[in-house]
Antibody, heavy 120, light 111 residues
Framework: QLQLQESGPGLVKPSETLSLTCSVTGGSISRINYYWGWFRQPPGKGLEWIGS???????YYNPSLQSRVTISVDTSSNQFSLKLNSVTAADTAVYYCARRGNTGYYHDFWGQGTQVTVSS | QSALTQPPSASGSPGQSVTISCTGTSSDVGRYDYVSWYQQHPGKAPKLMIYEVTKRPSGVPDRFAGSKSGNTASLTVSGLQAEDEADYYCSSYAGNNHFGIFGGGTKLTVL
């Protein structure tokens, strides 16, 4: 069974860079036609797509965050990562990683989520 | 891109049916058959319930059904059960380089 697990610091200072890693087990991140994405959910609010990566390294970002986001993939470690720079309190959220299915646009496997708080 | 529009709340008694709407535009819901629905219990990750408008992943009860008409998609939950009480989010592909958008979520209460 495919499993995803987010990891990274739970507290980030304003203006610094948020860095998270998603470890994928039970399946290869290099499978053709599967994309790997990052999402976030601020406290009491809805979900927001941050961006996605393909095993080849191709990336796709939410235009509203594009200037601050970098997503990368490490196929040798079966992981992909998120970096969000110049964070503010508005970036405080639960961050999720997920796999996008190989047809259409849907996300069928999700990590449990990790809380990231931006505060000095 | 604006978020999709969902009612903030919905409710029904056990055994009843409830329908949650998700309204987008001709650039997202109306253009693509790539609407999905997610169930989220408090403190848990989203769970895929419906994809490509009407399809159910393995393991999702057939009490959950999706549909679409024009720019509005809908999720119908039949035979409501206590465990169906959760937040439900719709999502749609919106083109523009893999861009996806979500609704604001609907809190489903089983009375």
């Amino acid at each position: 069974q495919l499993q995803l697990q987010e990891s990274g610091p739970g507290l980030v200072k304003p203006s610094e860079t948020l860095s998270l890693t998603c470890s994928v087990t039970g399946g290869s991140i290099s499978r053709i036609n599967y994309y790997w994405g990052w999402f976030r959910q601020p406290p009491g609010k809805g979900l927001e797509w941050i961006g996605s990566v393909y095993y080849s390294g191709s990336t796709y970002y939410n235009p509203s965050l594009q200037s601050r986001v970098t997503i990368s993939v490490d196929t040798s470690s079966n992981q992909f990562s998120l970096k969000l720079n110049s964070v503010t309190a508005a970036d405080t959220a639960v961050y999720y990683c997920a796999r996008r299915g190989n047809t259409g646009y849907y996300h069928d496997f999700w990590g449990q989520g990790t809380q990231v708080t931006v505060s000095s | 891109q604006s978020a999709l529009t969902q009612p903030p709340s919905a409710s029904g008694s056990p055994g009843q049916s409830v329908t949650i709407s998700c309204t987008g535009t001709s650039s997202d819901v109306g253009r693509y058959d790539y609407v999905s629905w997610y169930q989220q219990h408090p403190g848990k990750a989203p769970k895929l319930m419906i994809y490509e408008v009407t399809k159910r992943p393995s393991g999702v009860p057939d009490r959950f059904a999706g549909s679409k008409s024009g720019n509005t998609a809908s999720l119908t939950v039949s035979g409501l059960q206590a465990e169906d009480e959760a937040d439900y989010y719709c999502s749609s592909y919106a083109g523009n380089n893999h861009f996806g958008i979500f609704g604001g979520g609907t809190k489903l209460t089983v009375l």
